[in-house]
DNA sequence: ATAAATAGTTGGCGCTACACAGACGATCCT
DNA sequence: AGGATCGTCTGTGTAGCGCCAACTATTTAT
């Protein structure tokens, strides 16, 4: 298992990726609609979850949106009770939006909510593998991406 | 490997795989514009090379597209060569779609132009983990969701 | 042979997501 | 005091995309 002829050079995971979001962004839309929650509010609530409390222009570039939109998307899950934003001591400018009991309790809910969803969409991977998935995933997205001085450094270009 | 205490209940991909497929889509955005594609094109070439020759509601049903948006999308593609457009002669309502040699060319160029992308992307995982990543989603894209009976019988929506 | 269904095309309408810009209050840092 | 920063609000523009309707070419059913 060492010396594998593997060439991952034109294996691209973009496309799939796309493609699958969309599926799943599909379905997740008429599943999340009762809950009065759209795709968009999960991936926010999610990064909530991970990340604690944090700042909305922090959130605005994890989820690499706009600031200004970010407003709007904190004000539907305020509403709603699933985010708190309370004022930073240190920086009374900042918001330090968490997520509260009842928007981690309604997060679980969606989640279980999408389980035929997944079912439909990741069908031909089996339990185990699903959760492999899983944990790539969760693993690349709790990184921030360009931190690392990497994509500094390097720009061949030359596949 | 049996009773393994595993419990992936609450561990849906779904808002992992929005998120990260926003985060690439953003930069295939600008990475793929010189080269005269956007992201959505590159999703219909990687499902046309991987299916091969397809109706245009066939390739309607697995982008899980409005078939006359499926229309233009072609027209862009077919413009530039890179796909092509050819009445079936058993059914010659039928458009047979085919990825040209320019088209698997060009996408493959598409592909090594993303791979800064992607490494900013997936900066967390290693080489080996991205194979892995790239061989789970290959393997769920490539099967039609729904197409088997599962999801009209088993409806629990107990979690 | 005639009617009905199907594949693709075109055009238009409307909604949603989003980026972007401008202006404002509150607050921090010098 | 003065400038920078965080969040908010508002408005504008654009792109993606679903959906409806009409029309042609073709196949299939009666």
Redesign the interface.
């Known amino acids: 298992m060492s010396a594998l002829p593997?060439d991952?050079?034109?294996?691209?995971?973009?496309?799939?990726?796309?493609?699958?979001?969309?599926?799943?962004?599909?379905r997740?839309e008429s599943v999340l609609a009762p809950l009065g929650l759209r795709?968009?509010h999960?991936?926010a609530?999610?990064?909530l979850r991970a990340g604690g409390g944090t700042s909305q222009q922090a959130l605005a570039s994890t989820?690499?949106m706009d600031s200004t939109n970010i407003v709007g998307l904190l004000n539907d899950l305020e509403a709603k009770d699933l985010v708190e934003r309370r004022r930073s001591p240190q920086d009374r400018r900042r918001h330090v939006v968490e997520l509260t009991e009842d928007g981690a309790k309604r997060l679980?809910e969606a989640?279980?909510?999408?389980?035929?969803?997944?079912?439909?969409?990741?069908?031909?991977?089996e339990?185990?593998?699903?959760?492999?998935?899983?944990e790539?995933?969760?693993?690349?997205?709790?990184?921030t991406?360009?931190s690392?001085g990497?994509?500094l450094i390097e720009?061949p270009?030359a596949?």
């Open positions: 593997l991952p050079s034109e294996h691209r995971s973009g496309a799939l990726l796309d493609h699958l979001a969309r599926r799943m962004r599909l997740a795709p968009r999960l991936v609530l999610t990064v989820l690499e679980k989640e279980c909510a999408l389980a035929g969803a997944e079912d439909e969409v990741f069908g031909a991977l339990p185990a593998e699903r959760e492999t998935l899983y790539l995933l969760r693993r690349a997205a709790t990184t991406p360009i690392c990497e994509a720009e270009d596949c």
